[in-house]
């Protein structure tokens, strides 16, 4: 694992699931990290128990950001590495699978699934890019969901798709700073947007920590705009390509 000492590190997201253990992992490593999350209770205890500096932020609010960049800006100076990692699914864990279904939706469900997901992430790089140092990487919590179907939540899946497709897209654009963006693509983790019915005796699930790992591989990676699928904790990351995509040597 990387040395990243010294290192600032922002993650949203980061009071619970994958975004409060790669606040774990990278406080270990020396890192300076400060976890955004709208949690702020949850996020004051885990965030700061972790290692990290706590800020309360809204990810799919741009004055919530505004505010957030400037907090940012004036403690942090550069940030390294940028951990886009907020998600949800459409319906809260304790509702049925039906609910999740596309013919239940709700705008206000529809409008807060888009605000957090894609939103969130396109208002965190609007935001945080000033901010970035020339030569830092970003990675953005994706999905398998946003790889394949996932027919249980075809709304989760659309936003998950338009994530990888924007992290392709940049690379481009970015890397005149040289700076990298890779999306994180992981099947089931045990996390708490998993719906209750899906956790039955036969699932397997990921834990977070295990995905963090992998996390802070793709800081260190000189690979950019790729799609990296995670499936089981036994085997790493692996980039999925795009149709016409070709292979980038590491």
């Given at each position: 694992?990387?040395?990243?000492?010294?290192?600032?590190?922002?993650?949203?997201?980061?009071?619970?699931?994958?975004?409060?253990?790669?606040?774990?992992?990278?406080?270990?490593?020396?890192?300076?990290?400060?976890?955004?999350?709208?949690?702020?209770?949850?996020?004051?205890?885990i965030v700061r128990k972790r290692g990290g500096r706590f800020h309360c932020c809204d990810v799919s609010d741009l004055d919530s950001w505004e505010e957030t960049a400037?907090?940012?800006?004036?403690?942090?100076?550069?940030?390294?590495?940028?951990?886009?990692?907020?998600?949800?699914?459409?319906?809260?864990?304790?509702?049925?699978?039906?609910?999740?279904?596309?013919?239940?939706?709700?705008?206000?469900?529809?409008?807060?699934?888009?605000?957090?997901?894609?939103?969130?992430?396109?208002?965190?790089?609007?935001?945080?890019?000033?901010?970035?140092?020339?030569?830092?990487?970003?990675?953005?919590?994706?999905?398998?969901?946003?790889?394949?179907?996932?027919?249980?939540?075809?709304?989760?899946?659309?936003?998950?798709?338009?994530?990888?497709?924007?992290?392709?897209?940049?690379?481009?654009?970015?890397?005149?700073?040289?700076?990298?963006?890779?999306?994180?693509?992981?099947?089931g983790i045990d996390t708490g947007i998993i719906p209750h019915d899906q956790r039955t005796e036969e699932a397997v699930f990921m834990t977070p920590e295990n995905v963090?790992?992998?996390?802070?591989?793709?800081?260190?990676?000189?690979?950019?705009?790729?799609?990296?699928?995670?499936?089981?904790?036994?085997?790493?990351?692996?980039?999925?390509?795009?149709?016409?995509?070709?292979?980038?040597?590491?």
């Amino acid at each position: 694992m990387s040395d990243f000492t010294g290192k600032s590190i922002v993650i949203t997201g980061a009071a619970s699931g994958i975004g409060a253990a790669v606040v774990s992992r990278a406080s270990g490593l020396g890192a300076q990290v400060v976890g955004l999350d709208i949690n702020e209770s949850m996020g004051e205890s885990i965030v700061r128990k972790r290692g990290g500096r706590f800020h309360c932020c809204d990810v799919s609010d741009l004055d919530s950001w505004e505010e957030t960049a400037r907090m940012l800006g004036e403690s942090m100076g550069a940030i390294d590495h940028l951990h886009l990692n907020a998600g949800i699914q459409i319906a809260p864990p304790e509702a049925s699978i039906a609910e999740y279904q596309f013919s239940a939706m709700t705008p206000e469900r529809y409008k807060r699934l888009i605000g957090v997901n894609i939103d969130g992430v396109v208002y965190g790089l609007h935001h945080l890019l000033p901010l970035m140092r020339d030569g830092g990487s970003i990675v953005v919590t994706g999905s398998l969901a946003g790889i394949v179907p996932y027919a249980i939540d075809p709304l989760y899946s659309m936003t998950k798709h338009a994530v990888t497709g924007l992290v392709r897209s940049l690379k481009a654009e970015l890397g005149t700073r040289q700076i990298r963006i890779n999306a994180l693509c992981p099947g089931g983790i045990d996390t708490g947007i998993i719906p209750h019915d899906q956790r039955t005796e036969e699932a397997v699930f990921m834990t977070p920590e295990n995905v963090a790992d992998e996390v802070l591989m793709l800081f260190t990676t000189e690979q950019s705009g790729a799609t990296w699928a995670k499936v089981s904790e036994a085997k790493a990351a692996w980039v999925m390509l795009a149709p016409g995509q070709k292979k980038q040597s590491d």
